[in-house]
Structures are given as structure tokens and as C-alpha cells.
């Protein structure tokens, strides 16, 4: 799977289970899969990486 990019990023903290896994930009412009709630700790003048990744990527994409 990584070789045709899927990019396994991140880890719970022992490190033994997979949390955020990614697909690689030159593959998808945004893609991004996690199992936990960044939702959580997102507030609109602090927005969570995720959160604010996925706008950047949105931004590029539209112009």
C-alpha cells in the first residue's frame, strides 16, 4: 500500500496502533483518515491541523 502512496503518519501513543493515515499529495490533492475527533478541539479562531490542512488544500485546489 505505501508504495502506491498511502502514507500511515500517525500512531497512538505506545506507537503500536495506527491513528491518521494519508494518501500522498501527488496521488490525491486531500486525503486523510483518522480515528480519533479533531473535531473535539477545534474552535474557529484556533482550528485544528486537520482542520485548517484540509482548507489549504481546498484553497490550492480552486485556483
Do not use: Y
Not at 22 to 49: D, G, N, V, Y
Request: proline share 11%.
Amino acid at each position: 500500500m505505501e508504495k502506491d502512496g498511502v502514507i500511515f503518519s500517525g500512531t497512538d501513543r505506545s506507537g503500536t496502533r495506527m491513528e491518521i493515515l494519508e494518501i500522498s499529495p501527488s496521488k490525491h490533492p486531500f486525503f486523510l483518515a483518522t480515528q480519533f475527533h479533531p473535531e473535539f478541539k477545534s474552535r474557529p479562531s484556533k482550528p485544528s491541523p486537520p482542520f485548517k490542512a484540509f482548507l489549504e488544500a481546498c484553497l490550492r485546489v480552486s485556483h
